[in-house]
């Protein structure tokens, strides 16, 4: 492909991400500086279909670096996966004359710029901004540190009333099928059990576990539960507790979507601003069909296809220091 691109078109795809604006005012006034006209496509690939595209100037993203979401907006689309939906974007985009692309989301919406790509003449550059960081290519995605702050903020507070209670909590929180919210939290908040798809969960040995504190007295646990653990998720492991342990006094908490809201974290406006510059740089060298990710502080390039292939591994050692330091 390689081909010389002269306009820019920006979408948030997939589920929102803290950090996501700070991305795309990043692009904005990346792709201003070096001279393209840049456009933002609302609603993800939706807006595309729609032919909801907006011309984008400095000012556009003035005062948005601070907020959650995304000014873009974002949608799922389910149209966008059939042939003629794809060519109802392309023509949409090749109207206002906008050959280059970037596409800031997950996994699903990187396929979606791989299938669109490949189809068409259109390079597009992926940038991971997504809370569960499931994305192999990079040490950080766009937004799971805010999220994870999130849940630890909740969490200690969670834990002041289990200590003024003696009650052992299960909290339940997000990253689809992905464990690093609950491993990441629950470290950093002291949870005696961390329960993550990455690994089978044992329950009876949790169980046995906690029957061997409460005979010790340790009546405030913390069980901190990744939504997509293959036991079922904070209710079905609540439940099994109260079976087992009758005389515990157990509550379930789910924090949900409070992980996705909220300012970005330092960390996360960083690494948004730098991953969009970085983008429209790709644009400008002729890279093409790659995801920009940061790996050991350096600007790391996946091709999109491998992107969507490969996961983010939890190494041994992680699980190793799970297991001594909630002994």
């Not at 991400?17 to 933002?40: D, H, S």
Request: aromatic share 6%; with cysteine.
């Amino acid at each position: 492909m390689n081909k010389k691109v002269t306009k820019i078109g920006v979408l948030t795809s997939g589920g929102d991400a803290p950090g996501m604006n700070a991305c795309v005012r990043a692009v904005v006034r990346t792709a201003l500086f070096e001279g393209y006209e840049v456009y933002g496509i609302m609603r993800g690939y939706q807006g595309m279909l729609d032919d909801d595209i907006i011309k984008m100037e400095s000012r556009s993203v003035a005062n948005i670096i601070q907020r959650g979401g995304t000014i873009l907006k974002t949608a799922r689309c389910k149209d966008f996966m059939t042939p003629e939906g794809r060519k109802k974007g392309y023509e949409n985009l090749r109207k206002r004359g906008i050959d280059g692309l970037v596409i800031i989301g997950g996994d699903g919406s990187f396929r979606g710029a791989q299938i669109f790509s490949n189809e068409f003449d259109i390079p597009c550059i992926g940038i991971p901004g997504t809370i569960d960081k499931d994305i192999a290519g990079t040490d950080f995605t766009i937004g799971f540190d805010t999220a994870v702050n999130t849940a630890i903020e909740a969490i200690d507070k969670i834990r002041d009333t289990a200590d003024a209670h003696d009650r052992l909590f299960v909290i339940e929180v997000m990253g689809r099928d992905a464990g690093y919210i609950a491993l990441h939290s629950g470290i950093a908040t002291g949870a005696e059990h961390i329960l993550i798809p990455e690994k089978k969960t044992n329950i009876n040995e949790m169980v046995d576990s906690l029957l061997e504190k409460e005979r010790r007295q340790k009546l405030v646990n913390l069980v901190v539960v990744a939504e997509g653990d293959d036991f079922g998720g904070g209710n079905e492991v609540g439940k099994v507790i109260r079976e087992k342990l009758p005389n515990a006094d157990v509550r379930v908490c789910i924090l949900g979507h409070i992980q996705r809201g909220g300012a970005p974290t330092c960390l996360d406006r960083l690494i948004a601003s730098r991953m969009g510059y970085a983008a429209v740089e790709c644009l400008k060298e002729g890279r093409d069909n790659v995801m920009v990710g940061i790996v050991n502080n350096r600007m790391h390039y996946t091709p999109l296809d491998h992107a969507v292939k490969a996961k983010q591994k939890i190494s041994e050692e992680w699980l190793k220091i799970v297991k001594i330091l909630a002994s």
